[in-house]
């Protein structure tokens, strides 16, 4: 893990993630802007393989679940010590366990999340982990959806993913995030490029126009629009909080 400062001075924001698939990371977050920010040192990830902290000569990390029933969960007396080790060296995280049990991620959670000094990360498999770890560990429980994943690893890389683009320095222009979807709590409005005419489908007139102010109000009026036909919840959400 990187340990010099970021071009502000800060220390790099740090992802720890316990996995028991740690040759996923980075992945995909070590292209693009991830991976450009990755390498500038404005964070830095680390991974713990959770077999390491295994037991008996086949490094086991999992059992039967207490009461029956199918699959295999992670035991709390592997998980207990990998967490603390990671903890270690991340120590003013929080200690997040990807679950789709969790709160689930928004752009106000990534938002605090990036502000902070990273994360630790627990990436489950099987039927999840040993409810004892959560509670003894006081693990924040996060899901990114309403669906099931057949491991935490995506969900952690999500995660990471939606708190790097938010930390300064990463996106080219300050105001980069501040227009996007969900940021004013709506949905962005609808962007387009050259040509002006595409199989006989225009750039609305206005965009053209050159009048600042006309084009901000029609963005305004179009994600106002998306956002009552798409997302009625996030309308309903922002007349609560107005
Ligand atoms: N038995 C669990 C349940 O029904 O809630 C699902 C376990 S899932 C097959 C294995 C692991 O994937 C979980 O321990 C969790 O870490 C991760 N996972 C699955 N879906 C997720 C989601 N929507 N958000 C975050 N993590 C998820």
Redesign the pocket.
């Known amino acids: 893990m990187a340990h010099f400062p970021t071009p502000d001075g800060r220390a790099p924001w740090r992802a720890s993630v316990l996995t028991l698939f740690p040759e996923m990371f980075p992945g995909p977050l070590g292209l693009s802007l991830a991976g450009q920010a990755l390498t500038a040192g404005l964070w830095a990830i680390q991974t713990h393989q959770i077999r390491d902290f295994g037991l008996g000569r086949h490094a086991q990390v999992d059992d039967t679940p207490a009461g029956g029933g199918v699959?295999m969960v992670l035991r709390a007396d592997v998980l207990g010590p990998a967490i603390d080790h990671a903890r270690a060296a991340n120590p003013d995280a929080p200690a997040i366990?990807?679950?789709?049990?969790?709160k689930p991620l928004d752009q106000v959670l990534a938002r605090e999340l990036a502000a902070g000094p990273g994360v630790v990360l627990?990436?489950?498999?099987?039927?999840?982990?040993d409810e004892r770890v959560i509670e003894a560990r006081s693990l924040r429980e996060?899901?990114?959806?309403?669906?099931?994943?057949?491991?935490?690893d995506l969900?952690a890389m999500v995660l990471i993913d939606a708190c790097i683009r938010l930390l300064p320095g990463v996106l080219g222009k300050s105001e980069s995030t501040t227009q996007e979807s969900f940021e004013n709590g709506l949905l962005e409005h609808p962007h387009y490029t050259k040509p002006r005419e595409w199989e006989g489908l225009s750039i609305p007139g206005v965009l053209l126009s050159g009048d600042h102010k006309k084009i901000a109000e029609w963005r305004h009026e179009q994600a106002l629009k998306l956002t009552s036909e798409r997302r009625p919840d996030l309308i309903a959400r922002r007349e609560r909080s107005s």
Request: without cysteine; aromatic residues 12%.
């Open positions: 699959g366990y990807l679950s789709p049990r969790g627990v990436a489950g498999r099987f039927e999840g982990i996060i899901s990114i959806g309403d669906y099931v994943l057949s491991g935490g969900a």
